[in-house]
């Protein structure tokens, strides 16, 4: 079975700002990127065995200006592009009143091979 985090991470490494697992644990070194797994499961099974896994994996962008939001998703996006991912959606999440960082979902898919 692939990890679906450890995946995600390898096709990050590149990355210009803080990656971390599931959410910031404060909002003082903006930016960064959360990630987590949303699902793994089974793309192709023949003879009781798994050759092809499905995995899809949630970003989350928080910055202090919505511009390095942008600017931050397209660099995701030519990160997992060339490592195969496929965006399934991104969006702006409203900024709530007090909330201090902007904050854009993003959502990746890969097989991969078993």
Partial sequence: MVDIN??????????????????????????????????EGMGMVCDNAEYIQDGAAQLDVWCAVPEQCAEISAEIEELLTADGWSRQFSMDVPKQPGERAFHRTMRYDKSFVV
């Fill in 6 to 39: 450890t995946e995600i991470r390898k096709s990050l490494a590149g990355l210009s700002c803080t990656l971390v697992y599931r959410q910031p644990c404060g909002f003082n070194a903006l930016p960064v990127v959360s990630y987590c797994n949303l699902t």
